[in-house]
């Protein structure tokens, strides 16, 4: 059915409804009517709102292709146990013609292809999935000022991110914590302290200053301080 039949048939439906308004006389009807009045009027305007679209393609084939495209950044993501979810915010994209979003699924990645929206094309491009997908499965949805981009997992496993590359940024800036199992514990500490005493303020550094100078004291008196804060003060004021 091509969209003038849809329209024609829309039209006949929101007639019908006035009909039922007409006769009816309880509210509670009424309400239930007029809801799906407006339904109706809202779909028959995005029916012909492509319909325009459509004839304005068909009058110059090559519209789409003169359109610049502008590649997509911004979106949002989720997962349930089978799908994970991209949603990618369009203003209008619900009243251009279906066929006019596209999205190609491989098993580690998606393209999302929106022509002719507002003059422009508009292209995402995701690569490296963190898991693979199930193409077959996968799909789109198109809803108000958004496409909603469902990816099918093949297992149940919860993903920690969308694709690779952002695992390993992630587990790059993650930081490390005794990396070497047979490194001295007291190592970390040191270096922890050390970067402390670097980066404190004037204060920081008056209270480690003092805490060696009471260390010299100790030292002094014979009770020397072999503690790790000891040896930190020893190397940051050698004698």
């Known amino acids: 059915m091509d969209l003038s039949e849809q329209i024609n048939q829309l039209e006949t439906d929101l007639q019908e409804i006035a009909s039922l308004l007409e006769k009816s006389e309880r509210t509670r009807v009424q309400d239930v009517l007029k809801l799906e009045q407006k339904k109706i009027e809202k779909e028959i305007s995005v029916k012909?709102?492509?319909?325009?679209?459509q004839a304005k393609r068909e009058a110059d084939p090559t519209s789409a292709s003169k359109a610049y495209t502008v590649k997509i950044n911004n979106y949002g993501w989720d997962q349930s146990e089978k799908f994970v979810k991209i949603y990618i915010t369009l203003n209008g994209v619900h009243k251009i013609a279906p066929e006019n979003v596209k999205v190609t699924f491989?098993?580690?990645?998606?393209?999302?292809?929106?022509?002719?929206?507002?003059?422009?094309?508009?292209?995402?491009?995701?690569?490296?999935l963190l898991n693979p997908v199930d193409v077959q499965g996968s799909s789109k949805k198109i809803k108000t000022d958004m496409v909603l981009v469902m990816c099918k997992k093949k297992t149940t496993k919860k993903w920690e991110c969308l694709t690779q590359v952002q695992k390993q940024t992630k587990e790059k800036d993650k930081p490390s914590v005794n990396p070497d199992e047979n490194a001295d514990p007291?190592?970390?500490?040191?270096?922890?302290?050390?970067?402390?005493?670097?980066?404190?303020?004037?204060?920081?550094?008056?209270?480690?200053?003092?805490?060696?100078?009471?260390?010299?004291?100790?030292?002094?008196k014979g009770d020397g301080d072999i503690s790790n804060m000891g040896m930190f003060l020893n190397l940051i004021h050698p004698l």
């Open 48 to 53: 012909r709102h492509q319909k325009e679209q």
């Open 106 to 128: 491989t098993e580690r990645s998606f393209v999302l292809l929106v022509n002719d929206l507002d003059g422009k094309n508009h292209q995402m491009t995701i690569n490296n």
């Open 186 to 220: 007291s190592d970390g500490l040191m270096s922890m302290l050390k970067k402390m005493y670097s980066d404190g303020d004037d204060e920081m550094k008056r209270t480690i200053n003092k805490a060696w100078s009471e260390s010299q004291d100790k030292k002094a």
